[in-house]
């Protein structure tokens, strides 16, 4: 009789937010001795996660890009974006629970870090009690922009608030106006709304946008003297002037 074999662990592997050298050392050699890879992208796009680890992947290792089927064309308070969403989702579990199924190992790569407002976190909850999942953190987008910033975030009793520039105008601007120190993500389209709810805050001033933190193109500048949009990669920082010594 044939012993079946003992299911793969499916590993959410934080690459951290965009160099090759800020991976941790688990996370490398993950990457590097996979067999299967996994990653999320934009359909017609290499994937930001995939661009990480180019020249790290094992020659034979096997890829499964999962291409989101909606991004930006329809609005996330339309219920087609969650039905279409949701069946991506389930489709790309069951594809990573069969691998498991059959013994294999398999790395999906995730910017940042996995539990961080990481499309990963969706996998993992429908892959809980179905396969052994395992994951690594990563260095977070945020900490790579308020060290590109060279300014420590919080001080003494700082209170850190981080936000998404989705959520509604008044509700941006007064949570910006009650925090000590701010992190604002998932920008893009949404700068010009984020712009008028600092300034509503009366924070303009201390306001900073890092652009692709810790990757080639990084760019720290002032709000006020930023013009067009913000591209994806992009977070808004105001630190905080807590107590110190």
């Known amino acids: 009789m044939t012993t079946p074999l003992p299911p793969g ?27 299967h890879v996994a990653f999320f992208r934009k359909a017609g796009k290499p994937g930001h996660a995939r661009r990480i680890v180019d020249g790290m992947l094992h020659p034979d290792a096997i890829e499964f890009a999962m291409e989101y089927p909606v991004t930006t064309e329809i609005p996330t308070s339309d219920p087609r974006y969650a039905d279409r969403l949701c069946g991506f989702y389930t489709d790309c579990t069951a594809h990573l629970a069969a691998l498991s199924a059959a013994g294999e190992d398999v790395v999906v790569l995730c910017e ?13 909850s429908r892959l809980a009690g179905v396969a052994p999942v395992r994951v690594v953190p990563g260095i977070t987008g945020m900490s790579g922009a308020w060290t590109a910033s060279d ?13 998404t520039a989705t959520m509604g105008e008044d509700a941006l601007t007064q949570r910006i106006r009650d925090t000590d120190a701010l992190v ?14 600092v300034a ?45 010594p």
């Open 9 to 35: 662990i499916i590993h959410g592997v934080g690459l951290g937010p965009g160099a090759q050298d800020l991976m941790s050392v688990r996370a490398d050699r993950l990457v590097r001795g996979a067999r």
């Open 112 to 124: 940042g870090d996995p539990f961080f407002y990481g499309s990963f976190m969706h996998l993992h």
């Open 151 to 163: 300014i420590p975030i919080t001080w003494g009793e700082d209170v850190l608030t981080v936000l």
């Open 184 to 197: 604002v993500m998932k920008i893009g389209r949404h700068l010009g709304k984020l712009r008028r709810a």
């Open 200 to 244: 509503a805050a009366g924070r303009t001033e201390a306001a900073w946008l890092v652009e692709y933190a810790a990757m080639p193109e990084q760019r720290v500048t002032r709000l006020a003297d930023v013009e067009g949009i913000a591209p994806y990669f992009a977070i808004l920082l105001i630190h905080g002037q807590g107590r110190r």
